[in-house]
């Protein structure tokens, strides 16, 4: 069971390699506002629960690591489309929907989806998209 700090963890790795850059200590630290020793326990964790590989200082998602950054980022977009219908600006939604986005479960992530319509993308123009049983 990966706890929320992972999921935040996981989320830093695949924002910052979807960016273009590899992921590296210092930029998860930054990324998840953490000082690089708290960051390094929280990957070596994930690389050792098979999340992350570590290649020379780069840390990258494996297959089951980049499926559940995934479920977090759509449980982003979601939940920010929801408050953002809800009369929240779109980094308001941003902000409040980082407190939480973590802890839902999938499935209230999947029917919340479908009640909000199926939005094919969140209030900053992000994708939301089906993908077999998970969607991106
Ligand atoms: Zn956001």
Redesign the pocket.
């Known amino acids: 069971m990966t706890t929320r700090r992972e999921l935040d963890c996981l989320r830093a790795v695949y924002e910052i390699s979807s960016s273009g850059t590899a992921a590296r200590l210092v930029d998860a630290a930054t990324y998840l506002s953490v000082k690089p020793p708290t960051a390094f326990v929280m990957l070596d964790r994930l690389v050792r629960d098979g999340l992350l590989e570590k290649r020379g200082s780069d840390y990258v998602l494996t297959d089951e690591g980049r499926r559940q950054a995934e479920e977090v980022i759509t449980a982003?977009?979601v939940v920010?489309t929801l408050l953002y219908r809800a009369g929240f600006s779109?980094?308001e939604?941003?902000?409040q929907?980082?407190k939480f986005d973590t802890s839902i479960p999938y499935e209230v992530v999947r029917k919340l989806y479908d009640f909000l319509g199926k939005p094919s993308q969140?209030?900053?123009g992000?994708r939301i998209a089906c993908r077999g049983e998970f969607f991106v």
Do not use: F, I, S, W
Request: aromatic share 0%; net charge positive.
């Open positions: 982003h977009r920010e779109p980094n939604a941003c902000v929907a980082r969140c209030p900053h992000k």
